[in-house]
């Protein structure tokens, strides 16, 4: 069985896979949103769930990292890792209605 990641980078981990949901959910009603930017955002997250489960300490908050900066070097938004070391740093969570904009 795996170790859950700590609450904080739960919370910030959370908050990125809501606004990517709601991201990619508005971006279906804009033609001008690429595949290509929709697959890259995907391909960030796709990951998040196993690492928030299989937590492996500094190798998976690296992980994380990278998956979140790699997207946000092709990408100016969202700016998934903002997203995240702000929802970890406040307490934000991942579905609070009142947060979002989706």
């Known amino acids: 069985m795996g170790e859950f990641a700590p609450q904080d980078v739960m919370r910030g981990a ?3 896979l809501f606004v990517a949901a709601y991201t990619t959910r508005n971006w ?3 033609e001008d949103v690429s595949r290509k930017q929709i697959n890259d955002l995907w391909e960030a997250i ?3 769930p196993s690492l928030l489960y299989n937590w ?3 190798d998976s ?3 994380l990292d990278y998956y979140l ?3 946000n070097q092709n990408w100016e938004t969202p700016d998934l890792l903002s997203i995240y070391e ?3 740093k406040s307490g934000q969570g991942g579905t609070d209605p009142s947060t979002s904009s989706g």
Do not use: I, P, S
Request: glycine share 4%; no cysteine.
């Open 14 to 16: 959370l908050r990125v």
């Open 28 to 30: 279906t009603l804009n």
């Open 46 to 48: 796709h990951e998040l």
């Open 56 to 58: 492996r300490g500094v």
């Open 61 to 63: 908050e690296r992980d």
């Open 69 to 71: 900066k790699e997207y």
């Open 86 to 88: 702000q929802a970890r």
